[in-house]
């Protein structure tokens, strides 16, 4: 029997895109005959897997998971909405997104920490269920956030199932307030964040690069007027006001009102509570936004179904 070493479960997982654990197990079922571990694997279904690597992935779910003063988002995608509404996919999403409260940000922490009740780590699960599914699916990226003090409050927009859905939300308070109070106001903020999609924080977190780029749009614009370019610059700097409020959260107008500032919003809260309240971090996942769909020709589609073979 040859050994079954490290190197060959990576060999056969890149032959056949089967997950980690069953090469080791198909490795061990024929003696360590890779040609043998392949064929075990292919009558298993297991590496079709391989197959559908390459297609796009733009559907699936966003998961959300808080634990007091923890919270998970995390997006898994699948490649058509019918996969989204399958209960084994949802148990999968939903399992993987309370396991990241504890794995953090690491996405690759996440895919080999144990799925509970398979023997399997969470990417092997995966790729079982590609498998089993047929369909191509892929774990796209987790946010964790947490606070010393306070709470992490979730919202999912639009749930197709507890917790699961489109546009995850996850906001971060920092306070001693009450506890009750402190979801008061997180629970519609988060819904605000959903709503409103503001790229930063605070000012002082803005991309100095994009910020760079406005800049350089606002001059351009400017400077149609005429103007000296002292007098530009002003405009500018009044001009940026806008951008900030476009994309920064405590700049923006609260959409729960849509008249006060949510920094002043913020304030309001505390002064209520009788202790500072402070966002410390927010993270806000949309299902499949900036993955580049392939766009079928529907004709063309239908013609090909229906030509004889």
Known sequence: MAEITAALVKELREKTGAGMMDCKRALAETAGDLEGAVDWLRKKGLSAAAKKAGRVAAEGLVGVATRGKQGAVLEVNAETDFVARNETFQHFVRTATELALTTGDDLERLRSAAFPGTGRSVGDELT???????????????????????????????????????????????????????????????????????DYLDIASVDPAALEREREVL??????????????????????????????????????????????????????????????????????????????????????????R
């Open 128 to 198: 079982h269920m590609i498998a089993t599914v047929g369909e191509n699916m892929a774990l796209r990226r987790v946010r964790r956030l947490e606070v010393k003090n306070g709470a992490v409050l979730g919202y999912v927009h639009n749930p197709l199932a507890p917790g699961l859905g489109k546009i995850g939300v996850l906001v971060a308070l920092e306070s001693t307030g009450d506890g009750e109070k402190l979801a008061a106001l997180g629970k519609p903020l988060a819904m605000h964040v959903a709503a409103a999609r503001p």
């Open 219 to 308: 001059r351009e614009q400017s400077r149609a007027s005429g103007k000296p370019e002292a007098i530009i610059e002003k405009m500018v700097e009044g001009r940026l006001r806008k951008f900030y409020e476009e994309v920064v959260l405590l700049e923006q107008i609260y959409v729960v009102d849509g008249e006060s500032r949510v920094s002043k919003v913020i304030d309001a809260a505390a002064k209520e509570l009788g202790t500072p309240v402070k966002v410390a971090g927010f993270a806000r996942f949309a299902l499949g936004e900036g993955i580049a769909k392939e766009q079928g020709d529907f004709a063309a589609d239908v013609a090909a179904a229906v030509k004889p």
